[in-house]
């Protein structure tokens, strides 16, 4: 019994090719996988080397000259005066006031995100995975800018946060909380403190993805093996699902850290008049005029990255990867 | 004498489906129990009530004569080979195994002596350097057994320890775990869809089938005397028997079984018998099987390899003996 459409007698054995300049060069490039790579690549390396890093190392270049200090003119040789200014006191406690928000700024990031990522990744199905997204998503497509102000009327002193602590009777704690150095001030929204919570809303969705998805890699059943092995919820937290999430925890924290160490728009709106790293490259490129001073203050993130990196490394944030 | 393992009326219900369905059990200590059924039966399910991974939505069970509703896993002495053995991939082969006695605050020397002797156990001294990664699948279910043994549990419980290995490590780690058994006398609880592998290493076997228990017995008397035409037809194939046919050999008008190697099969020149029909024929190695059809009834015969056989598709005469016609408790 032959079915007519199954009889392999009439097909040949090869394909002819499909012919013109799109056969011919699916051909090629199935014989030579490297040349299609190439080609992809192209583009985007010369963009990354030539525009985005080469810029970035002219910028770096402009560090290693210093600003004539009675004429404002540059002066273009080779000099590391700009570093040592960098090493003012003024300049030093600019830098330490960053890195100390950055630091605290990640931390709170990544206490808040674990534990939305970790119900995303285990318990969230269908519609409400969705959901998840969008509420994580939803604030990163409307304007920063209107984010931020929207913060200032929300933490200022005449504020919806003030009525509701006035309404709950608890505004003795946030009076007790602004008298307090450093953190307090006259309201939230001129304070230390706002400037950390807005750092932390708009970053947050940063640590949140990446958290989930390293979350999403760690079998459920590796859970339930250290739960059967005797280990408390604690116990399996600290030795199977964080180790599992730390590189997940890290790649966030890359973001949050380096985001809230550039940033100058949050500080500048929200928060007391003391200047973070960006606002001081800001101001010396700009009204100042110093570019090599400005250029040596980008140069710092970048460095404290790299240590960052180093350290997170040695940790081993990236065995599991 | 107090049971390793009993239920009593336990049920699992998800939603409106039954995995486990009023199912009432008992192992003894000891004891090398096969849970055996098809995927969805409820084996895994009761597997993982034992573990205590899911809680029994009525009835009650008990571990050495303590009640277990309620009591999380990490407080039951009970440990489990995982099917694809759940090693923690950031840590390495001894931390696995001496996990159980870290998390129960042992010093790093003496959990790492009782992982070592773990390793020893299982034959494979010296690799807790390595990394669950580096190694191959024997060797994981390995490490996966050594890490539930260091823990010294009072019920160790297997799900399908031996389906991602290919037939030959099966072979062996079937006697292995056998032989493991003995020695430790520790009571093993396993869960399988093969009956081979069930009849070949329990003591006892239940076999499951929607949520229910259909049999329990010993290896031979679910071979042997299956009670329902699920068992014998789940249970290495045997041919079942329509009660009409069953009653011309027998006088009892009951479903039957008949293991197709208690078939005899001559040309049909060769005498009386059940006329039937070749309808093919398969090599098996040491046996060959026969496809048979004997007016509708689809039979299989069993023939040991090198017996002179007719042609495909020729007229046959089957002969059996009387007393390997079992008959079923199943009602007709």
């Known amino acids: 019994m032959t079915i007519a459409a199954l009889d392999t007698n009439t097909t040949p054995a090869i394909l002819p090719g499909s012919g013109g300049m799109r056969g ?56 590391l005066k700009t570093y040592g200014d960098l090493f003012q006191p003024a300049n ?57 102000y929207a913060w200032k009327l929300i933490l200022a002193k005449e504020g919806i946060l003030t009525w509701l602590l006035a309404k709950l009777n608890l505004l003795w704690l946030l009076d007790a909380w602004l008298s307090l150095p450093v953190v307090g001030g006259n309201s939230l929204s001129v304070s230390f403190t706002g400037t950390f919570i807005v750092f932390v809303y708009v970053w947050l969705p940063f ?18 093996a250290s739960s059967d092995l005797g280990a408390s919820p604690g116990q399996t937290f600290r030795n199977v699902l964080f180790p599992l999430a730390l590189p997940g925890i890290v790649a966030g924290s890359i973001f949050t850290f380096s985001l809230t160490l ?41 460095v404290i990255m790299g240590f960052y990196l180093w350290g997170a490394k040695r940790m081993g944030a990236f065995d599991a990867l | 004498m107090t049971s390793a393992v009993s239920f009593r009326q336990v049920s699992r219900h998800f939603g409106s489906v039954r995995a486990v369905d009023a199912v009432d059990l008992d192992i003894a200590p000891g004891e090398f129990f096969a849970m055996l059924g098809p995927s969805g039966s409820g084996k895994t399910t009761c597997l993982r009530l034992i573990a205590g991974f899911e809680q029994p939505t009525s009835g ?23 099917q694809d053995y759940a090693l923690f991939p950031h840590l390495n082969v001894l931390d696995n195994v001496a996990y159980g006695l870290m998390v129960k605050r042992v010093g790093k020397a003496e959990r790492h002596k009782a992982a070592e002797e773990a390793l020893s156990l299982v034959r494979l001294p010296g690799y807790g350097g390595r990394r669950p990664g580096q190694l191959s699948g024997g060797q994981r279910q390995r490490v996966a057994l050594a890490r539930a043994l260091v823990n010294q549990p009072k019920v160790l419980l297997l799900d399908e320890p031996l389906g991602a290995l290919d037939l030959k490590l099966r072979e062996n780690m079937q006697e292995e775990l ?155």
């Open chain 1, 24 to 79: 011919t060069l699916s051909d090629l490039f199935w014989r030579r996988p490297q040349l299609l790579l190439l080609l992809m690549l192209l583009p985007p390396v010369l963009w990354l080397g030539v525009v985005y890093i080469g810029s970035l190392f002219a910028l770096l270049a402009q560090s290693f000259f210093s600003i004539d200090e009675f004429s404002g003119l540059i002066n273009r040789e080779f000099t």
């Open chain 1, 92 to 148: 030093l406690d600019i830098i330490l006031r960053t890195v100390t928000m950055a630091a605290i700024v990640t931390l709170a990031s990544a206490i808040v995100a674990f534990p939305i990522a970790y119900y995303a990744a285990r318990y969230a199905r269908g519609r409400w995975k969705a959901l998840f997204y969008l509420g994580v998503m939803l604030p990163l497509w409307s304007s920063y800018l209107v984010k931020i």
């Open chain 1, 207 to 224: 640590m949140i993805l990446p958290v989930q998805a390293a979350l999403e890699r760690v079998p459920g059943n590796l859970v339930e």
């Open chain 1, 262 to 302: 550039g940033d100058y728009i949050i500080p500048q709106i929200i928060g007391t008049s003391r200047l973070f790293i960006g606002q001081a490259v800001y101001s010396q490129q700009g009204t100042a005029g110093n570019i090599p001073l400005a250029a040596a203050f980008t140069v710092v993130p970048i």
């Open chain 2, 60 to 82: 009650s069970i008990s571990i050495f004569g303590e009640r277990a509703e309620g009591v999380p896993p990490y407080r039951r002495n009970v440990n489990t080979v995982f």
């Open chain 2, 178 to 332: 056998k032989s493991l058994q003995k020695t430790l006398g520790i009571t093993f609880i396993f869960v399988t869809h093969d009956q081979g592998e069930a009849l070949s290493m329990a003591d006892r076997v239940a076999v499951f089938n929607d949520g229910k228990i259909m049999q329990i017995g010993t290896p031979e008397d679910i071979y042997q005397r299956p009670k329902t035409r699920f068992v014998a037809d789940f249970v290495g194939s045997s041919n079942v028997l329509p009660p009409d046919f069953v009653q011309r050999y027998s006088g009892q008008h009951r479903w039957g079984s008949l293991r197709p190697e208690s078939i005899r099969v001559a040309r049909a020149t060769s005498g009386e018998g059940v006329a039937a029909r070749l309808v093919s024929t398969n090599y098996l190695g040491a046996t060959t099987r026969l496809a048979l059809d004997a007016d509708g009834l689809k039979l299989h015969a069993m023939v040991p390899a090198g017996t002179a056989l007719p042609a495909d598709g020729e007229a046959v005469v089957l002969t059996f003996n009387r007393e390997h016609l079992h008959l079923m408790d199943e009602p007709a």
